[in-house]
DNA sequence: TCGCTCGATACCGGATCGGTATCGTGACGC
DNA sequence: GCGTCACGATACCGATCCGGTATCGAGCGA
């Protein structure tokens, strides 16, 4: 009997159906099923019957769910109790400034409701950096965008969103459904600083890297408001909240962006890892890679 | 933080030596290291001062271990508390009839005493079947000897034993340091059942099969009765207790035999895991393989 | 009877565990 | 001062476990 079944078992009796005890827990159903099976196994005792719509506790699950909320309980305040002596601990957090900003309060209302000991320090990169801090040490841990060069990051998907073309609403584009690149006469692209990361460079400003003119932009608000005013276009993530006056055309001919929780290869603290952890449970999405 | 590291973290605790509290939990020093550096590293406290003669606890350390006592003892109640609810398991154990008896004795001992609710039955096999039931179902887990003939058996070494030539104490032999079976000129071997196992049979009355003439024996104790009133000759482990007026002699060109848990291979239930992982830790020696 | 919704199962890649072999490092005796 | 020793740490390996996807069998209702 280790605590992580335990629950597991908590979840399931609670929710007295496997498949919402699953999603409440941030995993499928398959392994939950499994997990409840080896805790009966381990027991020697039925925790469960199984009923068409479906399940209840047997008499030795309602013995357990009694006794398991405290136990827990207990686990709970003897780790709290272990951090507070060795003191509060920081992590910096790296953001990209378009959805990752919104995400983020969401995560760190997470994070801080699992790990209240821990201070978050937020550190707001420009367009520049795609890696949000990472590459140059700022930060532990980033939320950002894929595609971007990877020097010994790796990073956990957390939403995958097509992106649009951003025009204003009186450009001729605007009332498409949908658009191609490919088929799309040159446009003026909003421009980006010169040291942004290529990959991301080249998805984010149309095929022809030649194309971006005028200031370079440095914030979303920036490239927004560069489209609204110098009627530039750009590419952003379609759920993108924009100002009154810009649409988002669907792109078809794009893969689309991946929102991503990203952090260095190489040995990440306990820390982060529990950040990471945290942010794709509070955004369930599946699939680890690097990137 | 699992309840399983808590274990380890007290045991190295109270022992303030890992080399020490690893013998303890019957496991070696390596995996008892990393599973503290572990706990640490979850829990984002140094647990221990590693001081030249082993560790002492830190003020987090101390935090900790004065906590986990009750938080483990309470995790044994709840568990015994859900076994108790669904009645007592019955486990059937098969012996053969040497040391594996006094072993038994040991591990019954220290079974009973981690799992009170589990009533054992001992099986207690004669020599035509090193397998002491486990081929016939009719027990669930068996102490024996290796090798014999393995059919579907899984088997853990409890412990390596070399085999000695029981002869009465005035056999020529008897004053012999050690013997070569390949030395020795035919001998009157003692007769196994007609229907015992073919590798078994052979590893145990020398290396002609023809030999073993007489009465089919079907214990130890006929065995050595046999030798010392007919002046026969037996082989059987070198610390087997033997009558007086016998004595074993060292054979120098025979591979030892094995004293193992055995159990079948396919699915055995969780009492018989917890069995054999309770025999293994009682009697502390490496080794699992088919056989 | 068909479709829907449960939990159960099969299978797979990655992580973890406990093992052996070996290393780095202080303490101690000569 | 230097070899020896004892301690924990590290590297690596095979077995197991964990969570994932795809799929199945069983009940229930339309």
């Not at 719509?53 to 769910?65: F, K, M, P, Q």
């Not at 530039?232 to 929102?259: E, K």
């Not at 990440?268 to 990137?291: M, Q, W």
Request: with cysteine; charged share 25%.
């Amino acid at each position: 009997m280790d605590l992580r079944k335990l629950r597991y078992f908590v979840a399931v009796a609670e929710e007295r159906h496997i498949g919402r005890a699953a999603a409440r827990l941030h995993m499928t159903q398959p392994p939950l099923s499994r997990a409840i099976r080896q805790l009966e196994a381990d027991l020697g005792a039925a925790l469960f019957h199984r009923i068409p719509t479906g399940v209840e506790l047997t008499e030795a699950g309602r013995t357990l769910y009694d006794d398991a909320g405290s136990l827990l309980d207990q686990a709970d305040r003897v780790e709290a109790r272990v951090r507070a002596t060795v003191g509060p601990a920081t992590l910096a957090v790296g953001s990209l400034a378009d959805t990752a900003e919104l995400v983020a309060g969401r995560i760190a209302t997470a994070f801080r409701q699992r790990r209240p000991e821990v201070s978050i320090r937020i550190h707001e990169a420009d367009l520049a950096d795609p890696s949000a801090g990472l590459r140059a040490g700022l930060v532990d841990v980033a939320l950002t965008r894929l595609p971007f060069q990877d020097a010994g990051l790796r990073s956990h998907v957390l939403h995958v969103e097509p992106v649009g073309l951003v025009v204003r609403d009186d450009d001729p584009l605007a009332a498409r459904p949908s658009v191609r690149l490919s088929d799309l006469p040159d446009r003026r692209w909003v421009r980006l600083p010169a040291d942004t990361d290529q990959v991301w460079r080249a998805y984010w400003t149309g095929a022809t890297a030649a194309a971006d003119r005028g200031a370079p932009m440095r914030t979303i608000q920036e490239c927004l408001q560069a489209v609204l005013w110098n009627g530039m276009s750009a590419l952003a993530p379609l759920d993108q909240v924009t100002p009154a006056g810009l649409v988002t055309v669907p792109v078809t001919d794009r893969p689309p962006s991946r929102l991503v929780v990203a952090w260095p290869a190489n040995h990440p603290s306990p820390l982060v890892r529990s950040f990471v952890r945290i942010a794709a449970k509070t955004y369930h999405r599946a699939g680890t890679r690097s990137g």
